[in-house]
């Protein structure tokens, strides 16, 4: 059985950054695409940024130019740089890889974003 498990998360001050990292406990070759969703409270898990296994990376339209994600085959996780934090992207973060018939999910994370 697959497992992810996220880390990095915490509180920041708006405008700061933070890294999150989505550890697998198997090879990331497999997982087509990977991905990052964020839940707050009341609202629905929403797309946070997808990486393929080739090709370009997707983002939000919300975070688009402050979010970057990676993948690194080696130590097989996949990472989210986030910058210019906001209060609006207080949330739960997930980690998610798909795999051929198969979808997996990290517990999630907790990012605050607050004064």
């Known amino acids: 059985q697959v497992q992810l498990v996220e880390s990095g998360g915490g509180l920041v001050q708006p405008g700061g950054s933070l890294r999150l990292s989505c550890a697998s406990s198997?090879?990331?070759?497999?997982?087509?695409?990977m991905g990052w969703y964020r839940q707050a409270p009341g609202n629905k898990r929403e797309l946070v940024a997808l990486?393929?296994?080739?090709?370009?990376?997707k983002y939000a339209d919300s975070v688009k130019g402050r979010f970057t994600v990676s993948r690194d085959y080696v130590k097989n996780t996949m990472d989210l740089q986030m910058n210019s934090l906001s209060p609006e992207d207080s949330a739960v973060y997930f980690c998610?890889?798909?795999?051929?018939?198969?979808?997996?999910w990290g517990q999630g994370t907790q990012v605050t974003v607050s004064s």
């Open positions: 998610n890889a798909e795999q051929v018939g198969r979808s997996y």
């Open positions: 198997e090879s990331m070759f497999s997982f087509d695409p």
């Open positions: 990486k393929p296994r080739t090709g370009s990376s």
